[in-house]
């Protein structure tokens, strides 16, 4: 399964799901799922969406603002905390996503070996250790608690995904065609499915 969002911000349209909906599967069964960018009902949706149907890899992906490349999330906090309301008019601040719940997860993704992907085939590409404290998070850590607590062995993780060029017109932000995009995330999804263990390769940063 693969998810993104509701337009959100004033937008007329999010990147994440104009990429999901464009994604020409290779070699595998896609399902697709669009989530409402609000803190509460996106969990619930998705949860309710894992409850219908057995998945072997769910990969939900969100619109990252400013990001030149396509980043596979390695780390998602437990914490809300929001800069803006999000589409249902809730603004956390500083509230865990899940009361009482780990301080973290780990990606369940080789995210090494998808960016390897990706960038073999000229896409700009590049592993990400924050996936912020706004709604793309809380769904990153609820997705990683669902398969904690409710789906153990599904394979799950969250990738950021540039504007599309017509969103970022006039605005001098970075951009990627939604078909490239949609191309970096079938890599994605067919890296994931055929990559046990992730690349022995260093993604750090000094920050």
């Known amino acids: 399964m693969l998810t993104g969002f509701d337009p959100f911000d004033g937008e007329d349209t999010?990147?994440?799901?104009?990429?999901a909906v464009a994604v020409e599967p290779t070699g595998y069964r896609l399902t697709t799922l669009r989530l409402p960018c609000a803190f509460g009902d996106s969990i619930?949706?998705?949860?309710?969406?894992?409850?219908?149907?057995?998945?072997?890899?769910?990969?939900?992906?969100?619109?990252?603002?400013?990001?030149?490349?396509?980043?596979?999330?390695?780390?998602?906090v437990n914490l809300d905390d929001a800069r803006i309301p999000d589409n249902a008019g809730a603004q956390p601040i500083d509230e865990p996503v899940v009361p009482g719940g780990p301080a973290a997860y780990f990606t369940g993704l080789p995210v090494k070996a998808c960016v390897a992907a990706v960038q073999a085939e000229d896409i700009p590409a590049s592993v990400s250790h924050t996936a912020?404290?706004?709604v793309c998070n809380h769904v990153f850590y609820g997705l990683m608690h669902l398969v904690a607590t409710e789906h153990p062995g599904l394979r799950a993780g969250f990738v950021h995904v540039p504007l599309s060029p017509a969103q970022a017109e006039g605005r001098d932000l970075p951009s990627l065609p939604v078909a490239t995009t949609a191309r970096a995330?079938?890599?994605?999804?067919?890296?994931s499915l055929s990559t046990s263990a992730d690349l022995r390769a260093t993604a750090g940063t000094l920050h």
Do not use: C, K
Not at 14 to 19: E, Q, V
Not at 47 to 69: C, E, F, P
């Open 14 to 19: 999010n990147s994440s799901w104009d990429a």
């Open 44 to 76: 619930t949706v998705l949860r309710d969406a894992l409850a219908a149907r057995h998945y072997d890899l769910v990969v939900s992906t969100g619109q990252a603002g400013g990001r030149a490349g396509v980043t596979p999330e390695r780390v998602a």
């Open 185 to 191: 995330l079938d890599l994605i999804i067919r890296t």
């Open 132 to 134: 912020g404290t706004f």
